[in-house]
């Protein structure tokens, strides 16, 4: 690829596939779950590309049968992190200065060994591990992680070519450097692919990582380790950490190399690794990039002039799809009381017509939620609404944890705009609603806009166009991602980038090119064609 002027243009996203029942990918699919269900993985710690066992095990189980254990993996202690971010420096040393074309070679191979070969293998672990069905695992470790890969290069390639413009007998040009030292890349549970972009982004830029995968998502993230391989990346880019977030943070924070980390997960963990690597600033090369996407309490507001009808199904689909555990679920809504009555017995009759159960029943819509921390937390907010005189389920309540951590799709209605769950953020399959006077649609709003700290993602709905201008404009700092008559889930890579402010995080929008920025530190070079050799301005000779 030398010599070469090499463009990446927009990709197509990665279609989704049916899965209809008979289907060559259905028929995949399923025998690759039953050929998972039997395994039970020896997960390792891969440092500079060797596997490690410390023999300090924990066991990943599936949330819809918490029996089942699917691996077992090993834990690292503080010198497997030592040793990990000098295998990550080693690394640096050749892989920061690999041709872009290269490493964009790298990452397109990815996509396509996901586009086949490893499209079966992460959904059936995704689906097992984190208790997706089949759609929601298909539109998240196949099709969004995919579409990462492929967007990336482009905007990579987008970026490479911002340069200055030329003077009078001078060239210049900006050379987009990796960041000198190593990412800490701290990854959630709910998405594969968002702990592969969390990893892929800044290595694609020419930066190494640690990656603390979450623990709860161990089996398919240790799959895009085995893709990530397979795809030629070289030994040492990524070194796999599997263990505590706590002393993996620590141990990371307090290296001199630390040059980010790019995280998603709760605030309060994004704010503690904040904080250490204040407390470490004075180590550091370089001031470190730090990158998050957070909580989030994704609202729903609707005008009176709304269709009832697409109320509803955004509010069902926004809510309970995954159960509720996207960062962008809608878990409160503000509607008129004009409306409320329709739209809950229609929430109702799709709540009725849904199943429940294990992911390896297509039938079922719902699956579980994903670990007993998480069943517990839903189990509190509801118990709290059943006992509260300014609240009341109307809809759903019931949690069984027998064979897996299920809880019902939840519905609790309020008088109290400041209650409990109309604040707080639950991760879960719990939707709280606040009926408003239809009249007070101002005061309504106002409430929406000031009632929690996070701004990640909002949906509003209504047919009269002006009114929504004027709604949205209010709205204008209370999300990130904002939806006009649409559900706040689903974010497409290129199309919405993703992330919002306030206590939802950094807000530098996964899957668009404002992301990749934060990984270069660009040196500007100005090339003089023939040097002065004479000091004085013109007036003075
Ligand atoms: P979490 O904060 O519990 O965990 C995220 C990661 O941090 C995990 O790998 C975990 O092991 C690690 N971790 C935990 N404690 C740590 C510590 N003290 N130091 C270092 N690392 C630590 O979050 P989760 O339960 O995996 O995910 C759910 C959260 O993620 C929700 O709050 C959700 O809103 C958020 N989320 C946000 C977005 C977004 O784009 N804004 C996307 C997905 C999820």
């Not at 159960?357 to 921390?373: R, Y």
């Amino acid at each position: 690829m030398k010599n070469s002027v090499i463009t990446f243009p927009v990709p197509a996203n990665e279609p989704v596939k049916a899965y209809l029942a008979g289907s060559p990918e259905r028929v995949e699919l399923e025998k690759e779950l039953k050929r998972q269900s039997k395994l039970v993985v020896d997960i390792p710690i891969i440092i500079g590309g060797e596997e490690i066992r410390t023999g300090d095990v924990g066991k990943v189980t599936c949330p819809h049968d918490h029996k089942h254990v699917l691996a077992t993996y090993h834990k690292v202690g503080k010198k497997e992190v030592e040793m990990a971010v000098k295998a990550a420096m080693k690394a640096w040393k050749e892989w920061s200065r690999t041709p872009w074309t290269t490493r964009a070679a790298v990452v397109m191979k990815m996509a396509e060994l996901l586009a086949t070969k490893y499209r079966p293998i992460l959904n059936a672990a995704t689906m097992l591990g984190q208790s997706k069905n089949i759609y929601q695992a298909e539109i998240d470790s196949a099709c969004e992680t995919i579409d990462f890969f492929r967007y990336n290069v482009h905007y990579a390639s987008k970026i490479y070519s911002m340069q200055p413009k030329d003077g009078v007998g001078h060239l210049n040009h900006m050379e987009y450097r990796p960041l000198e030292g190593f990412i800490l890349a701290v990854t959630p549970f709910n998405f594969t692919s968002i702990a592969s972009n969390l990893c892929m982004t800044p290595v694609l830029m020419g930066n190494v990582a640690l990656w603390k995968p979450s623990t709860t998502a161990l089996l398919s993230n240790y799959y895009l380790m085995q893709l990530y391989k397979e795809a030629g990346l070289p030994d040492g880019v990524i070194n796999f950490l599997p263990g505590s977030g706590a002393l993996i943070g620590e141990v990371a924070t307090q290296s001199k190399y630390f040059s980010g980390i790019h995280f998603t997960g709760s605030t309060e963990t994004f704010n503690s690794l904040w904080r250490q690597a204040g407390q470490n600033l004075g180590k550091y090369i370089s001031y470190p990039r730090l990158v998050g996407e957070t909580g989030g309490k994704d609202f729903i507001f609707v005008h009176p002039s709304a269709d009832a009808k697409a109320v509803a199904t955004a509010a069902f689909c926004g809510a309970f799809e995954f159960q509720g555990q996207k960062c962008s679920a809608a878990s409160r809504m503000y509607i008129p009381k004009s409306l409320w009555g329709d739209v809950l017995k229609d929430i109702k009759r799709m709540a009725k017509e849904v199943k429940m159960g294990d992911v390896a029943d297509a039938k079922n819509f719902i699956n579980a939620v994903i670990d007993q921390a998480s069943f517990d937390k839903c189990k509190s907010y509801i118990d709290y609404a059943k006992k509260a005189k300014d609240a009341k389920v109307v809809m759903g309540g019931k949690c069984d944890k027998t064979k897996g951590w299920f809880v019902e799709p939840t519905v609790i209605e309020t008088t109290n705009p400041r209650f409990k769950s109309m604040v707080e953020e639950i991760f879960g399959p719990i939707l709280t609603v606040y009926p408003y006077d239809d009249n007070k649609v101002d005061e309504a709003v106002k409430l929406c806009d000031e009632t929690s700290p996070y701004g990640l993602t909002g949906a509003v709905f209504g047919r009269d166009r002006l009114a929504v201008e004027k709604l949205a404009d209010k709205l204008s700092y209370a999300a990130g991602n904002f939806y006009i008559n649409d559900k706040p889930t689903g974010a497409v890579v290129g199309m919405q980038p993703f992330g919002g402010a306030r206590a939802s995080g950094t807000n530098d929008k996964a899957g668009g090119e404002f992301n990749l920025i934060r990984w270069i530190i660009p040196r500007v070079i100005k090339e003089t064609l023939v040097s002065p050799t004479d000091y004085r301005y013109t007036y003075l000779k």
